[in-house]
């Protein structure tokens, strides 16, 4: 499966942005799509997650209620639409797929997902 990532952009606090992830390949068998970010100088850390068979979702607290994962099956391609952003959501976004079945407690963790895409910069100006 092979995973490319768009929408990324500069933008000012309080804008909003729509980041995609087109999948190819495989991509009918993805189980899982989930977004993750890493800040300068951090670690990558968990985002957003959606099944795409049986519509499980899950955020990270920093961004729920602000950013929402979506899926086009049609398309193969998931969606995170950003709103409300803030200077501390700078960071290189990341999409990422798995093709198996996983437990919901792991779906945050970035060891669970088999298949990364290349980032996309977002940055938030204060």
């Known amino acids: 499966v092979q995973l490319q990532a768009s929408g990324g952009g500069l933008v000012q606090a309080g804008g909003s942005l729509r980041l995609s992830c087109a999948a190819s390949?495989?991509?009918?068998?993805?189980?899982?799509m989930g977004w993750f970010r890493q800040a300068p100088g951090k670690e990558r850390e968990f985002v957003a997650y959606k099944t795409v068979r049986g519509g499980y979702t899950g955020y990270s607290d920093s961004v729920k209620g602000r950013f929402t994962i979506s899926r086009d099956n049609a398309k193969n391609t998931v969606y995170l639409q950003m709103n409300s952003l803030k200077p501390e959501d700078t960071a290189v976004y990341y999409c990422?797929?798995?093709?198996?079945?996983?437990?919901?407690?792991?779906?945050?963790?970035?060891?669970?997902?088999?298949?990364w895409g290349k980032g996309t910069q977002v940055t938030v100006s204060s």
């Open positions: 390949g495989r991509a009918d068998s993805s189980y899982l």
């Open positions: 990422a797929t798995r093709t198996s079945r996983a437990i919901l407690s792991a779906l945050r963790d970035p060891s669970t997902y088999y298949y």
